[in-house]
C-alpha cells in the first residue's frame, strides 16, 4: 500500500551554536523522509543577519556552491537516514566541523 505524501518545513537549530538554523522543505512518505529527490534549503546565522542556500542531493549532501564564503562547501546532512521530530538532533558535518542540528519546528505544509 502507498504511503500519503506530504511537504513538511523543518528548522533546526546547531546544539552548539544555537544562533545558527537550517530550514528545508522535504517530502514526508509516512513518518520518513522520502529518499531519491534533490532538496532545496537555507542556512542562517540570526546574529550576522546573514543567510545562504544549498541544494541537498540523494544522498544528503549540502552544496552551498562558492556563494557564501568564495570557496564551495559541502556538508553531509543525516537528515534522510535519521528519525525527524520535534526536538531529535540529526548529524550535520563536514571535513572540518561536526555538529549535531536539533529540530525546533515542523510545518506540514498543504
Known amino acids: 500500500m502507498d504511503q500519503q505524501l506530504r511537504l513538511g518545513r523543518i ?13 528545508i522543505d522535504l517530502v514526508f512518505e509516512g513518518n520518513k523522509v522520502r529518499t531519491g ?3 532545496f534549503g537555507v542556512w542562517e546565522d540570526l546574529n550576522e543577519g546573514s ?8 544522498s544528503g ?16 546532512f543525516d537528515v ?3 528519525p ?3 526536538d531529535f538532533q540529526i548529524g550535520w558535518r563536514s571535513d572540518q566541523y561536526e555538529t549535531q542540528m536539533k529540530v525546533v519546528s515542523i510545518t506540514q505544509m498543504v
Open 11 to 23: 528548522v533546526l537549530q546547531d546544539t552548539q551554536a544555537a544562533h545558527q538554523q537550517v530550514t
Open 37 to 39: 529527490i534533490t532538496y
Open 51 to 58: 543567510m545562504c542556500p544549498f541544494v541537498m542531493n540523494e
Open 61 to 76: 549532501q549540502c552544496d552551498f556552491g562558492t556563494g557564501y564564503s568564495g570557496e564551495d562547501r559541502v556538508y553531509q
Open 80 to 82: 534522510l537516514t535519521a
Open 84 to 86: 525527524v521530530g520535534q
